[in-house]
């Protein structure tokens, strides 16, 4: 059985630019999640997909957007990237309302500058 | 909006001592999970909680659930330093559909075992 495994690991990017993340969820989760996670702060979530549409969204704004993929892998896109975006993002996977848990990815580490 | 808030925020413990750690919630919730953080590394699974009165243990750690007080503990037994990490609680409110899968975090607990 394969964890959640998250690329690239670190990225760093200038402002305005846009960025594409990857998640491969672990064998036999259908959903995804996206979460956030500032320095010192607990991880914020983004949204979720769940048959490879966007099935719940926090309050992020539109130009974090994502995708999922027949075999429930997942990418986040920010565009129009800010200083504030400069985060680990983390990629959840489990089983739709979660009663199994949710197993997280090691993140990807985005620099903004 | 659903809050959760832990505390203490920063923990420092001797070992060999126990402590708590408090998870209290804003909504109407039975589904609440522990996680551990080490510095620059993902989040561990630690207890899935999903009833009143769910109670869950490994190793030094013990987790409980109370959904009518809107709250949950980890208690630390014997505390030793390969506990320390920061400790997360996480809460899904019960308002179904798009709830799902939006696990909404307390600020995390920084825990520091020292001999």
């Known amino acids: 059985e394969t964890g959640v495994t998250q690329s690239p690991t670190h990225l760093i990017k200038t402002r305005g630019q846009q960025v594409t993340l990857r998640c491969s969820s672990q064998?036999?989760?259908?959903?995804v999640s996206w979460y956030q996670q500032a320095l010192g702060q607990g991880p914020q979530f983004i949204f979720q997909?769940?048959?490879?549409?966007?099935?719940g969204r926090g309050n992020f704004p539109p130009r974090f957007s994502g995708l999922q993929f027949p075999n429930y892998s997942s990418e986040l896109n920010v565009n129009a990237l800010e200083l504030d975006d400069s985060a680990l993002y983390l990629c959840a996977s489990s089983l739709l309302g979660g009663s199994y848990g949710y197993t997280f990815g090691s993140g990807t580490r985005l620099t903004v500058v | 909006e659903l809050k959760v808030e832990q505390n203490p925020l920063f923990l420092s413990m001797q070992e060999g001592k126990n402590y708590t750690i408090y998870c209290n919630y804003s909504t109407t919730s039975d589904r609440l999970y522990w996680y551990r953080q080490d510095p620059g590394k993902s989040l561990e699974s630690l207890f899935v909680l999903l009833s009143n009165g769910a109670v869950k243990q490994e190793g030094r750690l013990m987790a409980s659930l109370d959904t009518k007080a809107r709250l949950s503990t980890l208690h630390i037994t014997a505390a030793v330093h390969d506990l320390s990490a920061t400790y997360f609680c996480?809460?899904?409110?019960?308002?179904?559909?798009?709830?799902?899968?939006?696990?909404?975090f307390g600020q995390g607990t920084i825990l520091t075992v020292h001999p």
């Open positions: 997909y769940y048959r490879e549409e966007e099935n």
């Open positions: 996480a809460v899904i409110p019960n308002a179904g559909g798009t709830s799902y899968g939006k696990l909404t």
């Open positions: 064998s036999g989760h259908n959903t």
